[in-house]
């Protein structure tokens, strides 16, 4: 008997763990999708292209702010934005997008969005 309710105890704890690990799982890992980047972006939120400098001057979004990933954090601060404003990021494939994304998650930014890749962007418009 003690086996048995051991048992079910221990099946009931790991349920729970998985249902609390999916809860807490970070929003950025279901993001990339164009259609609901390109919402926000026609709202009007504060875009900003992660790439290199070089690959911005050859095309970016119309209204995009270049900001590459590696200098995210100190160059949005400069900004003076609330931590709370749309932010939608993209790069070339959504890599350093979603690297630019956990840096500014870890300083605060609550309301951030991982567009991917400008060409994906680009194709779905």
């Keep these: 008997m003690f086996k048995k ?3 079910l105890s221990v099946k ?8 609390l690990s ?13 259609s609901v980047a390109w919402e926000k972006i026609d709202r009007g939120v504060t875009l900003i292209d992660v790439r290199t400098v070089e690959e911005f001057a050859a ?9 590459p990933f590696d ?6 601060a400069k900004l003076n934005l609330a931590k709370d404003t749309d932010l ?7 890599r350093r997008s979603g690297i630019a994304q ?6 605060g930014y609550s309301n951030t969005y991982n567009a991917g890749g400008f060409d994906t962007l680009m194709s779905s418009r």
């Excluded at 999916?22 to 164009?34: G, K, L, N, S, V």
């Excluded at 095309?59 to 900001?67: F, K, L, P, R, T």
């Excluded at 939608?88 to 959504?94: A, H, I, K, N, P």
């Excluded at 956990?102 to 300083?107: A, D, G, H, M, R």
Aim: net charge negative; proline share 6%; aromatic share 4%.
């Design 5 to 7: 309710s051991m048992l």
């Design 12 to 19: 009931i704890i790991s349920a729970l763990l998985v249902m």
């Design 22 to 34: 999916a809860a807490i799982m970070p929003t950025w890992a279901t993001e990339q999708d164009p």
């Design 59 to 67: 095309g970016h979004i119309d209204g995009a702010i270049n900001i």
């Design 71 to 76: 200098q995210i954090v100190p160059e949005l």
């Design 88 to 94: 939608v990021l993209y790069c070339r494939s959504g």
């Design 102 to 107: 956990e840096s500014l998650v870890k300083q």
